[in-house]
C-alpha cells in the first residue's frame, strides 16, 4: 500500500517586501491566490491532507483560502483541509512543529510553502519516491547566484557524494557561501522521523530561529539517508516576495499555460500576450488575437474567433462564433451563451445571463444582460437588451433600449420572432412586440403590440410651408 502523504505547508511569514496590506500567501497569480495554488498541487498528489501553517494576517488567509479553494472546486479532489497557527514566529522549524500534532506517524510530510506557486506535482511525485517512506529527500537546485539560501553542504564533490548538512546563508562561512548547490525549500520526510528531529531543534544561528534544515543532521547522526533531488527548473521552486516576482513568475505561468494551448492546436497570435485567469478548453482551430485575457470557466468551440483585446469571463462560445476586438464578455454567476456563428463586436458587451443563439449578430456599443436572442436576431449598434426574450430574425435597430427597470423592480420585454424595432426606440417593459411587427423609429411604447402591425408612439410629423426664420434686430 502506498505512504499516506501529509502536506505542510508554510505560510506564517509576513511579505514585508510586497509592501501590501493583503497577506502576501493571499497575492493572485493566474487569478488564484498563491497559497491556493499550492494546495491545488497538494490535491493532485492525493495527500490526505494539507496543514496550513497561518501566522501573519491568520484569520483572513484562513477564511479566503476556505472560500477560493472551494471555488476552484479542490475539495473535489478529497483533500483535507486544515489551519494551526504560528505564534509568533520563530523559524520555519517551529512553523513545522505547530503542525505535529496533526501529523501521524504512519505518513510522510511533505513540506511546502505558501508563496511558491508553481512547483509541478510530478516533481513532488518523484522527491516523494526518493523519500520512499524512510529517506530525508530534499528538493534542490544548483544557482549561478545562490545569496540568501541555504546550501547544500556534501562530504565530497559532486551530486553523487553524500548530503551532510544544510547551512543557512547568514550562517555559512566563504567555502560554504561559495556552494552553489542550495536548497529549495521544499522536502519529504518520513513523519515518525520528523518528530524526533523537530523536538532536537534549537534557536543557536545568526537569526536565533528555529531552522527546519537542522533536521538534515541530525539524519546524518542517526545514520538515515539523506537524498538530494536536483531539479534545473528554478521557476517551480521560486518563492514570490516581492511585486517584480510575483509578476515574474505570472509571466511563466502563463506561458505555460499558452504552450499547454498551443500543444493543443489552439492558435495564439502571440503567446507572450495573453492571460488565463482561471480555465480555458479549446476546440479545433481556435485562433485567439494579441492581449486577451480570460477568466473563470470559459469555453471556445471549434473554429471560434477572438479578436484582439477582448476580455471573456465563464462564457461559452459555440463552433464558428467570432468575437471581434475590444468585447467584454462576463457571465459572473450566470454564465453567457454564444450561439453557432455568431457575430459578436468589435465593442460589444455580454454581461450575465446573455444568452445568444446561432448566428446572432451584436454590433458595437451593444448591450445584452439577462436576454435570450434566437437564431439570427440582430442588434448591430447602440443598443440595450436587457430582461428581454427575443425572437428569431428580429433587427433592433441603432439606439434602442428595453426599460426594463422601473426604479424599484425589473420587467420583462418580449419581442416575437421577425420583428423589426426602428432606431432609437424605448420599450417600456412589461411589454411585448407582436410577431412581425414594426415599430417606428422614435417610437417610445408602453403597451403591447399587436402582431404584424406597424406601431409608432411619437409626435405626428408637421410642415410649415414657407417657413421665415427670425430675423436679428438692429440696435439704435
Ligand atoms: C528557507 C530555508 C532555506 C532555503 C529557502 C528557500 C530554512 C531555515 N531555510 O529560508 O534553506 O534555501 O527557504 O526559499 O528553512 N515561515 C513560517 N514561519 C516562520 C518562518 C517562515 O511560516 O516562522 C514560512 C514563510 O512564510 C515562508 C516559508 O516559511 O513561506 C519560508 O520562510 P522564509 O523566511 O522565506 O525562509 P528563508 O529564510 O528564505
Ligand atoms: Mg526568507
Same mark, same amino acid.
Given at each position: 500500500?502506498?505512504? $499516506?502523504?501529509?502536506?505542510?505547508?508554510?505560510?506564517?511569514?509576513?511579505?514585508?517586501?510586497?509592501?501590501?496590506?493583503? $497577506?502576501?500567501?493571499?497575492?493572485?497569480?493566474?487569478?488564484?491566490?498563491? *497559497?491556493?495554488?499550492?494546495?491545488?498541487?497538494?490535491?493532485?498528489?492525493?495527500?490526505?491532507?494539507? =496543514?496550513?501553517?497561518?501566522?501573519?494576517?491568520?484569520?483572513?488567509?484562513?477564511?479566503?483560502?476556505?472560500?477560493?479553494?472551494?471555488?476552484?472546486?479542490?475539495?473535489?479532489?478529497?483533500?483535507?483541509?486544515?489551519?494551526?497557527?504560528?505564534?509568533?514566529?520563530?523559524?520555519?522549524?517551529?512553523?513545522?512543529?505547530?503542525?505535529?500534532?496533526?501529523?501521524?506517524?504512519?505518513?510522510?510530510?511533505?513540506?511546502?510553502?505558501?508563496?511558491?506557486?508553481?512547483?509541478?506535482?510530478?516533481?513532488?511525485?518523484?522527491?516523494?519516491? /526518493?523519500?520512499?517512506?524512510?529517506?530525508?529527500?530534499?528538493?534542490?537546485?544548483?544557482?549561478?547566484?545562490?545569496?540568501?539560501?541555504? /546550501?547544500?553542504?556534501?562530504?565530497?564533490?559532486?551530486?553523487?557524494?553524500? =548530503?551532510?548538512?544544510?547551512?543557512?546563508?547568514?550562517?555559512?562561512?566563504?567555502?560554504?557561501?561559495?556552494?552553489?548547490?542550495?536548497?529549495?525549500?521544499?522536502?519529504?520526510?518520513?513523519? /515518525?522521523? *520528523? /518528530?524526533?528531529?523537530?523536538?532536537?531543534?534549537?534557536?543557536?544561528?545568526?537569526?536565533?530561529?528555529?531552522?527546519?534544515?537542522?533536521?538534515?543532521?541530525?539524519?546524518? @547522526?542517526?545514520?538515515?539517508?539523506?537524498?538530494?533531488?536536483?531539479?534545473?527548473?528554478?521557476?517551480?521552486?521560486?518563492?514570490?516576495?516581492?511585486?517584480?516576482?510575483?509578476?515574474?513568475?505570472?509571466?511563466?505561468?502563463?506561458?505555460?499555460? @499558452?504552450?499547454?494551448?498551443?500543444?493543443?492546436?489552439?492558435?495564439?497570435?502571440?503567446?507572450?500576450?495573453?492571460?488565463?485567469?482561471?480555465?480555458?478548453?479549446?476546440?479545433?482551430?481556435?485562433?485567439?488575437?494579441?492581449?486577451?485575457?480570460?477568466?473563470?470557466? =470559459?469555453?471556445?468551440?471549434?473554429?471560434?474567433?477572438?479578436?484582439?483585446?477582448?476580455?471573456?469571463?465563464?462564457?461559452?462560445?459555440?463552433?464558428?462564433?467570432?468575437?471581434?476586438?475590444?468585447?467584454?464578455?462576463?457571465?459572473?454567476?450566470?454564465? =453567457?451563451?454564444?450561439?453557432?456563428?455568431?457575430?459578436?463586436?468589435?465593442?460589444?458587451?455580454?454581461?450575465?445571463?446573455?444568452?445568444?443563439? $446561432?448566428?446572432?449578430?451584436?454590433?458595437?456599443?451593444?448591450?445584452?444582460?439577462?436576454?435570450?436572442?434566437?437564431?439570427?436576431?440582430?442588434?448591430?449598434?447602440?443598443?440595450?437588451?436587457?430582461?428581454?426574450?427575443?425572437?428569431?430574425?428580429?433587427?433592433?435597430?441603432?439606439?434602442?433600449?428595453?426599460?426594463?427597470?422601473?426604479?424599484?423592480?425589473?420587467?420583462?420585454?418580449?419581442?416575437?420572432?421577425?420583428?423589426?424595432?426602428?432606431?432609437?426606440?424605448?420599450?417600456?417593459?412589461?411589454?411585448?412586440?407582436?410577431?412581425?411587427?414594426?415599430?417606428?423609429?422614435?417610437?417610445?411604447?408602453?403597451?403591447?403590440?399587436?402582431?404584424?402591425?406597424?406601431?409608432?408612439?411619437?409626435?405626428?410629423?408637421?410642415? *410649415?410651408?414657407?417657413?421665415?426664420?427670425?430675423?436679428?434686430?438692429?440696435?439704435?
Amino acid at each position: 500500500m502506498a505512504i $499516506p502523504i501529509d502536506v505542510v505547508i508554510m505560510a506564517a511569514g509576513k511579505g514585508t517586501r510586497m509592501k501590501s496590506t493583503l $497577506p502576501k500567501v493571499l497575492h493572485r497569480l493566474g487569478g488564484r491566490a498563491l *497559497l491556493v495554488h499550492v494546495i491545488d498541487c497538494a490535491a493532485r498528489l492525493s495527500a490526505r491532507q494539507a =496543514v496550513v501553517v497561518t501566522g501573519h494576517g491568520a484569520m483572513e488567509v484562513e477564511a479566503a483560502c476556505a472560500s477560493l479553494a472551494e471555488s476552484t472546486a479542490i475539495f473535489e479532489k478529497n483533500i483535507s483541509l486544515k489551519f494551526v497557527r504560528q505564534e509568533p514566529q520563530l523559524g520555519t522549524g517551529h512553523a513545522v512543529q505547530q503542525a505535529l500534532p496533526l501529523l501521524a506517524d504512519d505518513g510522510v510530510t511533505l513540506v511546502l510553502s505558501g508563496d511558491v506557486p508553481l512547483t509541478q506535482a510530478a516533481t513532488l511525485v518523484t522527491l516523494l519516491e /526518493r523519500c520512499d517512506g524512510k529517506r530525508l529527500a530534499l528538493l534542490t537546485l544548483s544557482m549561478a547566484d545562490p545569496t540568501g539560501y541555504g /546550501r547544500i553542504v556534501r562530504a565530497g564533490d559532486g551530486t553523487a557524494s553524500q =548530503v551532510r548538512a544544510i547551512v543557512e546563508h547568514k550562517d555559512a562561512n566563504d567555502a560554504e557561501r561559495a556552494i552553489r548547490e542550495i536548497y529549495s525549500g521544499i522536502m519529504a520526510v518520513p513523519t /515518525r522521523l *520528523l /518528530r524526533g528531529w523537530l523536538a532536537r531543534l534549537d534557536n543557536r544561528n545568526a537569526q536565533n530561529e528555529y531552522y527546519l534544515t537542522d533536521i538534515v543532521k541530525y539524519a546524518v @547522526a542517526d545514520g538515515v539517508p539523506v537524498v538530494a533531488y536536483q531539479i534545473s527548473d528554478a521557476a517551480q521552486v521560486a518563492g514570490v516576495n516581492s511585486p517584480l516576482q510575483l509578476a515574474e513568475l505570472e509571466r511563466v505561468y502563463q506561458s505555460r499555460r @499558452a504552450s499547454a494551448l498551443m500543444e493543443q492546436g489552439v492558435r495564439l497570435a502571440d503567446p507572450a500576450r495573453f492571460d488565463v485567469r482561471g480555465t480555458l478548453a479549446c476546440g479545433q482551430d481556435v485562433e485567439i488575437d494579441v492581449n486577451c485575457v480570460f477568466e473563470g470557466h =470559459v469555453t471556445l468551440g471549434n473554429q471560434v474567433r477572438v479578436g484582439a483585446n477582448c476580455v471573456i469571463a465563464n462564457a461559452t462560445i459555440a463552433a464558428g462564433a467570432v468575437i471581434h476586438p475590444f468585447t467584454h464578455i462576463d457571465g459572473e454567476k450566470l454564465g =453567457v451563451q454564444v450561439g453557432e456563428g455568431a457575430r459578436i463586436g468589435p465593442f460589444a458587451r455580454l454581461r450575465p445571463g446573455a444568452n445568444l443563439g $446561432p448566428e446572432v449578430h451584436i454590433g458595437n456599443f451593444v448591450e445584452v444582460k439577462n436576454s435570450t436572442l434566437a437564431r439570427g436576431a440582430k442588434a448591430n449598434h447602440l443598443a440595450y437588451l436587457g430582461d428581454a426574450t427575443v425572437g428569431e430574425r428580429v433587427n433592433y435597430g441603432a439606439g434602442s433600449i428595453t426599460a426594463n427597470y422601473d426604479g424599484a423592480n425589473k420587467h420583462r420585454t418580449v419581442i416575437e420572432d421577425d420583428v423589426h424595432i426602428g432606431s432609437n426606440c424605448v420599450l417600456v417593459a412589461p411589454i411585448t412586440i407582436g410577431q412581425g411587427g414594426t415599430v417606428g423609429g422614435g417610437s417610445t411604447l408602453t403597451k403591447d403590440t399587436p402582431a404584424g402591425a406597424l406601431s409608432v408612439a411619437r409626435g405626428k410629423q408637421i410642415s *410649415l410651408a414657407n417657413w421665415k426664420r427670425p430675423v436679428k434686430k438692429v440696435k439704435g
